[in-house]
């Protein structure tokens, strides 16, 4: 666990809702600085003002994590403001769903942007910055569904099979500076993201779905995720790396 000591400065993609907020509250609660950016401002202010509010560092910038000029220019930004960069939590997402057979090319890109390209734009400097330190801890959003394969969502799922996958490489090539990289797949987890794209309709029968075929006959709440986030950023997880951990409700067994 980390201890309500701990001030590791942690950046955290997707922190104005769902699952990054829940994560950014706890992680401030426990005593680590958080950095937090999105594109959704209005969220991100309120992510802030909640960490504020309780007497912790929370610095935000509105950053799209497919910039990757203003990506760079914001992790140094952090770097120079607290010193260091000890985690990141590369969270932010999306999903755009469709039929493969009408699928456009640009929901394809937005998807694959977000998730692969975005984690590769954060990973990178964030690696520079650990690597010179010997130390750091790195957690990336992938899903259930980075292992098994869901129709009408082949680009959600492709992204996410992808960021497993980078996960493994990094963990292995970062391994000896002292770097841990791993991955948490969520099963369905009751967020914003889970209602997009359905109308209210879609999404009660996609609620009632999950409720009666997860073994865990319920949705997730995003703060059950972030518990997770918050062991496999800290020392307890010291001798994790390059695996991908699923708050998932027994959705997928494997
Ligand atoms: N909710 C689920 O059931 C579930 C399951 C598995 C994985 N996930 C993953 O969890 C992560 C968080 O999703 P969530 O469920 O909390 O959804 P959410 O919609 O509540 O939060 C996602 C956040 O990412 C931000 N974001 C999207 N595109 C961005 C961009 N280009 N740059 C910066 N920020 C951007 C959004 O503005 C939003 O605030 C995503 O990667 C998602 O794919 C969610």
């Known amino acids: 666990m980390v201890t309500p000591t701990d001030s590791r400065v942690t950046i955290i993609t997707g922190a104005g809702s769902g699952i990054g907020k829940a994560t950014a509250l706890r992680l401030a609660h426990a005593g680590c600085i ?6 959704n401002e209005e969220g991100l202010r309120e992510t802030a003002k909640a960490i504020q509010s309780s007497g ?18 914001w992790c140094s930004e952090v770097a120079d403001r607290f010193g260091k960069i000890d985690c990141l939590f590369s969270n932010a997402g999306l999903n755009a769903r469709s039929a493969f057979d009408e699928m456009t090319l640009t929901q394809w890109n937005l998807v694959i942007d977000t998730h692969v390209t975005g984690a590769f734009n954060f990973c990178q400097p964030v690696l520079r910055h650990m690597v010179e330190r010997r130390s750091g801890a790195i957690v990336i959003t992938s899903s259930d569904f980075a292992v098994v394969g869901v129709p009408n969502a082949a680009n959600y799922c492709a992204a996410k099979t992808a960021l ?10 970062f391994a000896s500076y002292g770097i ?3 991955a948490i797949g969520p099963g369905p ?6 209602r997009s794209g359905r109308t209210q309709e879609q999404y009660e029968s996609a609620r009632r779905n999950f409720e009666s075929r997860l073994p865990i006959k319920r949705l997730g709440q995003p703060e059950e995720v972030a518990a997770v986030v918050e062991f496999l950023l800290s020392s307890g997880a010291a001798y994790i790396t390059g695996q991908l951990v699923q708050p998932n409700g027994g959705q997928v067994i494997w």
Do not use: Q
């Open 180 to 182: 841990r990289v791993n």
């Open 189 to 194: 987890i009751d967020t914003p993201l889970l």
């Open 164 to 173: 497993y996958s980078l996960t493994k490489s990094l963990a292995l090539e």
């Open 34 to 39: 958080i950095c937090a950016c999105d594109i």
């Open 56 to 73: 912790r560092t929370c610095f935000t910038g509105r950053i799209d994590v497919r910039d990757r000029e203003s990506v760079e220019s």
